[in-house]
């Protein structure tokens, strides 16, 4: 009966982790709400860029915090957090809107600062989310945290598609196409706020068999205190604060030019793409919006896919160690190659395609075919650096620093992201900018092949930056 009740705690567990993960990704629908807020709020361009950074740093420099907090009290107070600010910030903003007089003719400055505000506590309550469904995923399947956390995260991923289909297939008005905003918010608050809810009570009730289990199992009264397992080895792990520790911060610059440049593809996408395929001389007549859509299907279905096999991967290839009292690092199964291998070829897959962009794509007089080809490879190598790189760093993170400040630490590395990611996006805004009339968006290979060349020699150097940890970290992560 114990284990029939174990079992079914543990489903409903696995249930609230996919839940949350499902219907974190609010912040990344303001292309779908945006037009709306323009429309009613008659926000300017720059206001509605302001209000999107806002919703999306909001979930990079309350990290460490945000990991703190899980690692005192756990996956279960962060969910309740995420449903407060998720509540808050969407009911927020369906009553700036409700309460905004049809015939509104100019910007209220206040509205303007009071929907920043609520997409920011959105941006934290993501975050709250995030971390919630990842650790609980993560310590409820500690043999297994890259397939756990990879799950969870391609989950997240599918967020932003699912509340697309929702808002286009049941608030949108049939005849004029305008999405009906307000109830949409509304429905968004209710959703968030009941689903973080039953993550409250459910995500902290299942208790996992930890590596002390596994050590019981493997260490009893009948075996020597000297292990001779053949996958024991000594290791020891004398950097368990990251700050002090050299190797942390080779990680932490690999992920600042690893996802800070494929974020910078992600953001710009649009714009990439109407630069490549705005071409007046084409016999093809494909509207570039159509092209850019497909280019972000591709990215998400890659970045998904990744996250799904790589997770699951270096697990089996990688097993996470187990150690115990005597020194001794046990695992569950033979270590065959390091997880850092998954950080290694992910990157230099994308160093190759912004090399590749910058050699194929010459001119925007080669052939526009060929050119939407150059695309389809661009964004298929940018989803999948960006989701395998995600899928396994939590649990590198794990193995390298313990998991007794795992959150925190966590979070420390996700300022990376945070200071990289708009590094490489305003390097390729001014350079586009400069490049383009001041009325229209840059055409032309010019518009961003310095900052590619950039990109290229910053991944080449994450990637260098791999191989110091492989080396370090050789038949023990």
């Known amino acids: 009966m114990s284990l029939l009740f174990s079992r079914f705690r543990l489903t409903l567990v696995c249930i609230s982790i996919a839940a949350n993960s499902l219907v974190a990704g609010g912040v990344f629908v303001f292309p779908v709400l945006s037009p709306a807020f323009a429309h009613i709020l008659k926000l300017s361009q720059p206001q509605l ?101 990879g799950t969870s995260m391609a989950l997240f991923g599918l967020s932003p598609l699912c509340l697309s289909v929702i808002a286009t297939n049941w608030f949108t008005e049939a005849v004029s196409g305008q999405l009906r905003i307000v109830s949409y918010l509304r429905f968004l608050a209710l959703l968030t706020t009941l689903t973080h809810l039953f993550g409250a009570f459910v ?41 002090q520790d050299y190797y942390f911060w080779i990680l932490a610059f690999f992920t600042l030019c690893s996802i800070g440049a494929s974020e910078m593809v992600i953001s710009n996408m649009g714009t990439i793409v109407l630069s490549l395929t705005s071409d007046p001389l084409s016999a093809i007549n494909i509207p570039s919006d159509v092209v850019t859509a ?113 959150g925190r630490n966590f979070g420390i590395l996700s300022y990376a992201p945070f200071i990289g990611t708009p590094i490489f996006s305003y390097l390729y805004a001014f350079i586009s900018a400069a490049n383009s009339d001041e009325s229209e968006i840059c055409q032309g290979t010019i518009c961003w092949r310095v900052t590619f060349w950039v990109a290229t020699v910053t991944s080449a150097a994450a990637v260098l930056g791999t191989l110091i940890l492989w080396k370090h970290w050789h038949g023990h992560l």
Request: charged share 10%; hydrophobic share 45%; glycine share 6%.
């Open 294 to 406: 497909n280019q972000v299907k591709i990215l998400s279905i890659s970045n998904t896919l990744s996250r799904l096999v790589v997770g699951p991967l270096a697990d089996f290839v990688s097993p996470v160690a187990s150690y115990l009292p005597t020194g001794a690092t046990i695992y569950p199964r033979k270590h065959r190659i390091s997880r850092v291998v998954f950080l290694t070829l992910p990157t230099s897959l994308l160093c190759m395609v912004f090399l590749w962009m910058e050699i194929g794509a010459k001119s925007r007089r080669a052939v526009w075919v060929l050119r939407v080809y150059f695309l389809i490879i661009y964004s298929v190598g940018t989803g999948i650096n960006y989701g395998a790189v995600f899928a396994v760093l939590p649990s590198i993170v794990s193995s390298g620093w313990g998991t007794a400040n795992l």
């Open 49 to 149: 860029t302001t209000v999107s950074l806002a919703g999306i740093t909001g979930q990079y420099p309350f990290s460490p915090i945000v990991g703190k907090i899980l690692d005192l009290y756990g996956p279960s107070r962060c969910s309740i957090i995420a449903a407060g600010l998720f509540f808050v910030a969407f009911v927020w903003s369906s009553s700036l809107l409700a309460m905004t007089p049809p015939d509104t003719s100019y910007p209220s400055p206040w509205s303007f600062r009071c929907l920043t505000v609520a997409f920011f506590m959105a941006g934290l309550g993501t975050v709250f989310s995030y971390f919630s469904s990842i650790f609980a995923a993560s310590k409820n399947f500690p043999l297994h945290p890259g397939a756990a956390a």
């Open 203 to 243: 995500l902290d009730s299942s208790k996992p068999s930890t590596a002390s289990s596994l050590e019981s199992a493997q260490a009893d009264e009948t075996t020597s205190l000297l292990p001779a397992l053949p996958d024991a080895v000594s290791f020891s792990r004398s950097h368990l604060n990251p700050i």
